[in-house]
Nanobody, 126 residues
Framework: QVQLVESGGGLVQPGGSLRLSCAAS????????IGWFRQAPGKEREGVSC????????YYADSVKGRFTISRDNAKNTVYLQMNSLKPEDTAVYYC???????????????????WGQGTQVTVSS
C-alpha cells in the first residue's frame, strides 16, 4: 500500500526555520510529481511548492517564493520542504502529495493527486 508520512513540524518563532520531510513507501518518488500543500485555520488548502519528475521546473507560491525550497533525495525516497524566514501567516497544517508520473509546470488540481500524507502542524508564533 502507498503511504506518505510527513514529519518535522512544530512551533517556531517568526524568522525561524523548519525542514519538513515526506517519506514514501509503496512508490518511488523519483518517478512521481511531488507537491507540498498547506491549510490554515478557516482557509482552503493551497499549493505551496510543486516539483514534477520529468523536468527541472519548480513552482513556488508567491507567498513563499524566496523563503521555501523543495527538494528530493531519491536514495532515501523522501521529499523535503526547507522553510526559512517563517512568518505567522505560514501557520498551517502542511501536507505532501504525489501524482502519477507526468510532465507539466506547477501544482496540479488537488483532486488529481491520488496519494496524500496525513499532515504535520507548523505554528509560527507572534
Amino acid at each position: 500500500q502507498v503511504q506518505l508520512v510527513e514529519s518535522g513540524g512544530g512551533l517556531v518563532q517568526p524568522g525561524g526555520s523548519l525542514r519538513l520531510s515526506c517519506a514514501a513507501s509503496g512508490i518511488t518518488l523519483n518517478y512521481y510529481a511531488i507537491g507540498w500543500f498547506r491549510q490554515a485555520p478557516g482557509k482552503e488548502r493551497e499549493g505551496v511548492s510543486c516539483m514534477n519528475s520529468s523536468d527541472g521546473i519548480i513552482y513556488y507560491a508567491d507567498s513563499v517564493k524566496g523563503r521555501f525550497t523543495i527538494s528530493r533525495d531519491n536514495a532515501k525516497n523522501t521529499v523535503y520542504l526547507q522553510m526559512n524566514s517563517l512568518k505567522p501567516e505560514d501557520t498551517a497544517v502542511y501536507y505532501c502529495a504525489a501524482d502519477l508520473p507526468r510532465s507539466g509546470y506547477g501544482c496540479f488540481p488537488q483532486d488529481e493527486y491520488p496519494y496524500w500524507g496525513q499532515g504535520t502542524q507548523v505554528t509560527v508564533s507572534s
